[in-house]
């Protein structure tokens, strides 16, 4: 195992006994097992940086496209707050943001924040909206 999935292995095993799970009969080997199949990295606020300012100018160049375009105030207010509440919640720039990871966040909105499927449609459509802006501009590839 690398550095990180040692990490996380010891954090998933700390939490499971703080919680006064007993982790014998082979829970740790299956977490083994599990974690094996996957590349695991350590996160740094030097990305978090990175993807904050570069996020930001994405979103202001896409408010600046919405309101060429004519969409209404409130419109455009709607687009940018929700776009400021999603993309930090998915913690990372938007170069780098994957379809799994849209996914995954819309997944935990649900299951955590017990979102209805009306919230998550809406924040989807902002979200294909978004990345279909910076597609038309050549500034992701799809």
Do not use: H, W
Not at 52 to 58: H, I
Not at 70 to 99: H, M
Not at 104 to 115: F, P, T
Not at 120 to 134: P, V
């Amino acid at each position: 195992m690398t550095d990180a999935r040692q990490d996380l292995y010891e954090n998933i095993m700390m939490a499971l006994i703080g919680d006064g799970m007993d982790v014998s009969g082979g829970i740790k080997e299956r977490i083994y097992v599990i974690l094996g199949g996957y590349e695991v990295q350590s996160r740094t606020t030097e990305v978090a940086l990175l993807s904050e300012d570069r996020n930001e100018f994405l979103i202001r160049k896409f408010m600046v496209g919405k309101t060429v375009k004519g969409c209404t105030k409130r419109t455009l207010e709607y687009y940018e707050n929700l776009l400021r509440f999603i993309l930090p919640r998915i913690g990372k720039t938007v170069d780098d943001i994957t379809a799994d990871d849209i996914r995954y966040y819309i997944a935990l909105r649900q299951k955590r924040d017990k979102i209805s499927k009306c919230t998550a449609d809406n924040e989807l459509r902002c979200l294909r909206s978004f990345f279909a802006y910076l597609t038309g501009e050549e500034i992701r590839d799809r």
